[in-house]
């Protein structure tokens, strides 16, 4: 969908939407609006239940004197309670009024608010952003699709093909959602990615999505299974073992600050030290010899979410081209119960030394991550470490659907994730780590065993195992097992995958992180 923006003003044809604040008071476009229509607005929200609230729409058909196919009224709520997420719910759910209504193209008015947090155009950027986010649809593997106009039904394809946001300072919002649009790009690219069915996406083709980001300037490589055996990565070779799919290793580089030349110590020096965030991506999970049941297993496809999180915010870094050095390393294997699979009470020697017994082949995820994290932090040395896995039901358990939940060992770190999520709308609620679930992990023939054997804090005690490989450097762990995809439309996502931690992990690098110019 084409965003626009320009100066001040009402659309002539095609569909307006127009703003109305909590207690059904007219914006002041909506003002101008219902004087053109002879009071024709004001009459409409009097005869309804619409009053203005946020999360409501009003819809009026072909207005008589003018030119217009419909005229959308939309509840803002209350002006001061108008901050970045409000104003993409208020954005998701224009789209959702006319994406499927008939109508080719929309404007949008946006007017100055007295007790407003932000400007009319820092407004219309939020609101733009919200709607394109709302508009993501996979139809790759659709034959056939129904073209009524009126079909609210998913298969229905949109008929919106443009949104124009009128507000002042629209050159500003022009420039300011170019970056915004980059970032979108990598939401979607996530989207795609985790929605791909397993017989598309594996580690080969994976890394190959992650080779064609090269032509934004980052740096790709590709690790195959001579190069990770020759590492001693057996802890990520392990889970892939079952499959007749190779195991992989990517690492993505973006050098968005010049390296090697400033000084070796001290604020500059530490301001190019990148920034690296790891992925867990296991295309699909069957749970190896400890086998799922049958109900759900479809789903384990989205089990790479976390490597499609981290895929998508590199290309959104690289595409925004940020000030900053970041690094993306994910590990890609297919957990399969071959002949050759992995065996409960297997022992493996990960990269780092340490050695573990595998008492539940469908503990993976953590494997996979310990391998990935030990080489990140090694050869790279970090700022920060931040991992993204779908990594435990637990999760579900304690969370639902609503949080991410973050696992850190740095209160500096963790109070920033927790800002950043705030104010995009993927929150991380913070979870504990201890010496007392760390004893969970005690094996009786090795360093440790891959699960604690008990049904009590479950992901905890896989964070706590995350932990043993970081080694120095400021870690956060989010699970996201319960934020990768949603059986449900959300107001700036539909049912599907989410990219949950794209927006998330990429305001953290802008607000803390970035070189400012």
């Not at 799922?292 to 479809?298: F, L």
């Not at 450097?473 to 794209?502: C, E, R, S």
Request: charged fraction near 25%; hydrophobic fraction near 40%.
């Amino acid at each position: 969908m084409k965003i626009v923006f320009s100066g001040p003003g009402l659309a002539a044809t095609g569909a307006l939407v127009v703003g109305v604040l909590e207690g059904g008071k007219l914006t002041p476009s909506a003002e101008a609006l219902d004087r053109k229509i002879n009071g024709g607005l004001r009459r409409a929200i009097k005869a309804g239940t619409f009053a203005g609230k946020a999360g409501q729409g009003l819809t009026l058909m072909a207005p008589p004197g003018t030119r217009l196919d419909r005229i959308v009224a939309v509840g803002f709520g209350k002006p001061g309670h108008l901050d970045e997420r409000a104003l993409h719910k208020i954005g998701g759910g224009i789209y959702v009024l006319l994406g499927r209504s008939g109508s080719k193209s929309a404007t949008v008015a946006v007017d100055s608010l007295d007790k407003a947090k932000m400007t009319a155009s820092d407004m219309a950027v939020c609101i733009a952003e919200g709607a394109k986010l709302r508009s993501y649809r996979f139809d790759r593997y659709r034959t056939k699709k129904n073209n009524n106009a009126n079909n609210n039904n998913n298969a229905s394809p949109p008929t919106l093909g443009a949104l124009t946001f009128r507000c002042r300072g629209g050159q500003k919002a022009k420039a300011a959602f170019r970056a915004r649009d980059k970032v979108i790009q990598g939401v979607f690219m996530a989207r795609d990615l985790v929605t791909e069915p397993p017989n598309v996406i594996y580690p080969e083709t994976l890394a190959k999505r992650c080779r064609e980001l090269s032509k934004l300037g980052l740096k790709v490589e590709v690790l195959g299974e001579a190069r990770m055996r020759r590492l001693g990565m057996g802890a990520l070779l392990g889970v892939g073992q079952g499959s007749a799919r190779e195991s992989k290793l990517v690492v993505m580089q973006w050098r968005g600050l010049p390296t090697g030349k400033g000084p070796r110590k001290g604020p500059e020096a530490r301001a190019t030290m990148p920034v690296c965030f790891v992925g867990k991506g296991v295309t699909f999970d069957t749970g190896g010899i400890s086998l799922k049941p049958p109900g759900g297993m479809g789903e384990m496809k989205y089990d790479m979410g976390g490597s499609g999180v981290v895929i998508g915010l590199m290309k959104a870094l690289a595409g925004r081209k940020a000030r900053v050095n970041a690094v993306g390393v994910i590990g890609l294997a297919e957990n399969m119960p071959g002949s050759n699979a992995q065996r409960p009470s297997d022992v493996v020697t990960s990269m780092s030394g340490q050695t573990i017994e595998v008492l539940n082949t469908d503990a993976e995820g953590r494997l996979v991550l310990a391998d990935a994290l030990h080489y990140a932090d090694t050869r790279f040395k970090p700022r920060f470490m931040v991992d993204l896995a779908t990594l435990t039901g637990a999760i579900i358990v304690s969370l639902g659907s609503e949080y991410a939940g973050m696992f850190a060992d740095n209160d500096k770190l963790a109070e920033q994730l927790t800002e950043a999520g705030k104010k995009v709308g993927e929150e991380v609620w913070r979870m504990p780590l201890g010496e007392v679930y760390d004893k969970m992990l005690k094996s009786d023939i090795a360093d440790m065993k891959n699960v604690s054997g008990g049904r009590g804090a479950g992901s905890i005690t896989a964070a706590q195992f995350l932990q043993r490989f970081v080694g120095r450097t400021p870690w956060a762990h989010l699970d996201i097992a319960g934020v990768t995809w949603t059986k449900k439309d959300l107001p700036t996502a539909p049912k599907g995958a989410t990219a949950f931690g794209v927006r998330l992990l990429d305001r953290l690098v802008a607000d803390h992180y970035e070189k400012k110019k």
